[in-house]
C-alpha cells in the first residue's frame, strides 16, 4: 500500500468528522514553513527570493508547535526553503511525533545522509521523508540548476530506506518533461524502495528566475496522460486516485485552497502556499476573512488559470470522496481498477464567465495604495518615505490596506506594523533578488556542455 493503514483510517475518519459538522472549510494538510533558507537555488522555485537577512531568520519552535496546534490537521508538510537547514528541526519532529501528527519532511536529501549518520531522526511511522526528485539525473540536476545533486539524493534515499525509514519522492514536472524517462524514474525508485511517490505539474511562481517552462493546462493533460499510459503495477503514489484522473483530464475539480494551509516565517499565507497576497495573523482570521471568490481557476484570476498542483486540489479530491456515495464509489473503482491515461474519458470543464482582480489590480497606478502592494510584490528591501521626511528601509511582507507589516533590513529584529497613512511615498531601492541571472548563466553553462557531449559521440561514430 503506498500509506500505511493507520494513517488512511486517521485521515478517513478525520474527514468524515468534519463532514458530519457540517464545515465547508477544513485543512488537511498543514503546510509548515520554519524557515526560506535553501542550499539550492532552482530555476523553478519562488520562495527563496529574498534578501540575506529575510533568509536568516527562523521560526521559533514554540511558534511552529502553535500553529499545528491551532490549525488541526492530521497531517504536516515540512517544506521550506530546506528544513534539514532548521536549526530545531530534531525538537519540531519529536514533538509532533508526540502529538500523533503524521509528517511528511519535504527534503532535497543534501544533507539528509549526514543528518542519518548523527543519529538526530527516529524511524517511525509519522515520519516520512518526502525527497525532491525531479525525475533521473540528468533532469533533476537540470532542474536544480546544480550537477551531482541527483546521486546524492539517491544515496540518502538508500540509506534511509535501508534504516527503516518511511520515504517518498516528490517530482514536479515542467515543460521540457520527458515521459518515457520519468516513468524510467518511477521504475528506478520503485526498485529502490520507496513507500511511494508523488508529482504534480509546476505552477507558474510569478517571481521563479525561469517563466518559460511552466506548463499550461492542455499541456498538462497532455504529459500526464502519456505519463500514466497503461502504467505498472508497482507504482505507487501518495495521491487520491481521482487526483491522478484529474491531471489527465479525465474529471474536473475546482481548487480548495484552504486543504492545504501554509504557516511561515510571516504568518498564514493568503491564499494559499503558492500565491503570496498577504498574511493572516490567525488560522480562523485565514479562513474567514479571506475572499476565496477571487481564487481558482473558476474564478477567473489570471494566476490560477492553469494552476493544477496537489496542494490545492489533492484536498478537493479527497472532499469529493467523503462527499457522497457517488464519490467514495468512484474512488473504490479507481483505486481497485487504477489509473490509466488510455481511457478515452473526458472530464467537461465549464468555462469561466467572470475575471477576478487580484488585490494590486484592484488598485490605481500611480496611487500609494497601489506603491504598497507593488512593494509587497517585490522580492527585496524597499524605502518608505514619511510625511515628517525621515526614510526606513525594510522589507514589506504585508499589506491590509490600513497598516503595513514589515521586517527591518540589516538586522534580525521583530516583525513590526506602522499605519499606511504615516507613508508619503515608497521606492523600491534594494536589489531584486528574483532575477534570474544566474539561472541564465546555468542555462548557457548547460546547454554548452550538451553540445560538446554532441560533438564527442559524433567524433566517436566517425572514428
Same mark, same amino acid.
Given at each position: ?17 468534519? +463532514?458530519? *459538522?457540517? !464545515? =465547508? %472549510?477544513?485543512?488537511?494538510? /498543514?503546510?509548515?514553513?520554519? #524557515? &526560506? ?56 519532529? +519529536?514533538? *509532533?511525533? !508526540? =502529538? %500523533?501528527?503524521?509528517?511528511? /519532511?519535504?527534503?532535497?536529501? #543534501? &544533507? ?352
Amino acid at each position: 500500500m503506498s500509506v500505511p493503514i493507520s494513517q488512511m483510517a486517521t485521515v478517513a475518519w478525520y474527514v468524515l468528522k468534519q +463532514r458530519l *459538522l457540517g !464545515r =465547508r %472549510r477544513y485543512p488537511l494538510v /498543514l503546510m509548515l514553513e520554519p #524557515l &526560506l533558507r535553501c542550499n539550492l537555488a532552482c530555476a523553478g522555485c519562488g520562495k527563496i527570493q529574498y534578501p540575506g537577512h529575510v533568509l536568516r531568520r527562523e521560526m521559533p519552535l514554540e511558534q511552529a508547535l502553535a500553529a499545528v496546534d491551532e490549525c488541526g490537521a492530521p497531517v504536516v508538510s515540512i517544506p521550506g526553503g530546506e528544513p534539514l537547514l532548521y536549526s530545531q528541526i530534531a525538537e519540531l519532529v +519529536r514533538e *509532533l511525533v !508526540r =502529538r %500523533r501528527k503524521y509528517i511528511y /519532511l519535504c527534503t532535497n536529501a #543534501l &544533507l539528509l545522509k549526514k543528518r542519518l549518520e548523527e543519529g538526530i531522526f527516529t524511524p517511525s511511522k509519522y515520519l516520512t521523508f518526502s525527497v525532491h526528485m525531479d525525475g533521473e539525473e540528468e533532469a533533476h540536476d537540470f532542474a536544480v540548476c546544480r550537477e551531482g545533486v541527483y546521486r546524492k539524493a539517491e544515496e540518502a534515499i538508500r540509506l534511509a530506506v535501508e534504516m527503516g525509514f518511511r520515504v517518498t519522492t516528490n517530482t514536479t514536472l515542467f515543460q521540457h518533461a520527458d515521459p518515457e524517462s520519468t516513468r524510467r524514474f518511477f521504475d528506478r525508485m520503485t526498485e529502490i524502495g520507496v513507500e511511494s511517490m508523488m508529482v504534480s505539474p509546476g505552477y507558474s511562481y510569478s517571481k521563479a528566475p525561469d517563466q518559460q517552462s511552466f506548463l499550461q493546462r492542455e499541456r498538462t493533460w497532455e504529459l500526464f496522460r502519456k505519463l500514466f499510459y497503461r502504467p505498472k503495477k508497482g507504482w505507487k503514489f501518495n495521491h487520491s486516485p481521482l487526483f491522478l484522473e484529474y491531471l489527465m483530464g479525465q474529471r474536473h475539480f475546482e481548487c480548495t485552497p484552504w486543504g492545504n494551509p501554509c504557516y511561515t516565517i510571516f504568518g498564514w499565507q493568503r491564499p494559499c502556499y503558492l500565491l503570496q497576497e498577504g498574511y493572516a495573523s490567525t488560522f480562523a482570521e485565514l479562513l474567514e476573512q479571506t475572499d476565496w471568490s477571487r481564487y481558482g481557476r473558476a474564478s477567473g484570476n489570471p494566476k490560477c488559470r492553469d494552476c493544477m498542483v496537489h496542494c490545492g486540489h489533492e484536498p478537493t479530491a479527497v472532499d469529493y470522496t467523503f462527499r457522497s456515495l457517488r464519490g467514495l464509489m468512484e474512488t473504490i473503482r479507481a483505486t481497485v481498477l487504477g489509473v490509466d491515461g488510455a481511457r478515452r474519458r473526458r472530464a467537461k470543464v465549464p468555462p469561466v464567465t467572470r475575471r477576478s482582480l487580484t488585490a494590486k489590480e484592484g488598485a490605481r497606478p500611480g496611487t500609494l495604495e497601489y506603491a504598497l502592494w507593488e512593494a509587497m510584490d517585490y522580492r527585496g528591501d524597499v524605502t518608505l518615505e514619511f510625511h515628517d521626511g525621515s526614510e526606513l528601509v525594510c522589507y514589506v511582507y504585508n499589506f491590509d490596506g490600513r497598516k503595513v507589516d514589515y521586517l527591518p533590513a540589516g538586522g534580525d529584529g521583530p516583525a513590526r506594523s506602522l499605519p499606511a497613512s504615516r507613508i508619503r511615498g515608497v521606492r523600491l531601492s534594494g536589489k531584486d533578488f528574483a532575477e534570474g541571472k544566474s539561472w541564465e548563466a546555468w542555462v548557457q553553462k548547460y546547454r554548452l556542455k550538451k553540445a560538446e557531449q554532441a560533438r564527442a559521440r559524433k567524433l566517436q561514430m566517425a572514428s
